[in-house]
């Protein structure tokens, strides 16, 4: 009967909150799979987006939140765009970046917030929706108000 030796995750310990993934590092065509430590909420495939440094290894968690929109005008196209998910840079200088943060990105500009700050910004994303909400049914009212019942009462003609 031959053996057969399964590759399993090394049996270290790591912090609550943490788990052990592969992760590759070295040049092109000259890199090295290591096991490294990486947030449980972190989906990125460290193997097959390694870095050359281990001090390059970001952490991202998956896409948490996207929204789009389309214009009358170009109703296929999704011209304004909003995504957020977790980001963790271990290495980063700025504590508040070592810590799990939100980035917001609306595809061109990236938004780094604290736990407390993105809070703040989804209640303000909140009564944004709101104003929308009311814009929309003033919008609404104003084209089924007394001149569009004048326009179909003369049979569309001015």
Same mark, same amino acid.
């Given at each position: 009967?031959? &053996?057969?030796?399964?590759?399993?995750?090394?049996?270290? !310990?790591?912090?609550?909150?943490?788990?052990?993934?592969?992760?590759?590092?070295?040049?092109?065509?000259?890199?090295?799979?290591?096991?490294?430590?990486?947030?449980?909420?972190?989906?990125? &495939?460290?193997?097959?987006?390694?870095?050359?440094?281990?001090?390059?290894?970001?952490?991202?968690?998956?896409?948490?939140?996207?929204?789009?929109?389309?214009?009358?005008?170009?109703?296929?196209?999704?011209?304004?765009?909003?995504?957020?998910?977790?980001?963790?840079?271990?290495? &980063?200088?700025?504590?508040?970046?070592?810590?799990?943060?939100?980035?917001?990105?609306? !595809?061109?500009?990236?938004?780094?917030?604290?736990? !407390?700050?993105? !809070?703040?910004?989804?209640?303000?994303?909140?009564?944004?929706?709101?104003?929308?909400?009311?814009?929309?049914?003033?919008?609404?009212?104003? &084209?089924?108000?007394?001149?569009?019942?004048?326009?179909?009462?003369?049979?569309?003609?001015?």
């Amino acid at each position: 009967m031959q &053996n057969i030796l399964v590759p399993t995750t090394p049996a270290i !310990e790591t912090k609550p909150g943490w788990k052990l993934a592969p992760a590759a590092f070295g040049k092109p065509g000259n890199q090295a799979t290591v096991w490294a430590e990486c947030p449980d909420f972190c989906s990125e &495939n460290h193997v097959d987006n390694w870095t050359q440094h281990a001090v390059d290894l970001d952490h991202w968690g998956s896409d948490g939140a996207r929204w789009d929109t389309d214009s009358m005008h170009a109703p296929a196209e999704a011209l304004l765009a909003l995504s957020a998910r977790l980001y963790l840079d271990p290495t &980063n200088p700025d504590p508040r970046m070592r810590a799990a943060t939100v980035r917001i990105d609306d !595809e061109s500009v990236d938004v780094f917030h604290t736990p !407390e700050m993105a !809070e703040q910004t989804a209640d303000e994303l909140i009564a944004f929706a709101a104003q929308l909400r009311h814009l929309a049914r003033q919008a609404r009212t104003f &084209n089924e108000g007394p001149a569009e019942a004048l326009h179909q009462v003369r049979g569309g003609q001015v």
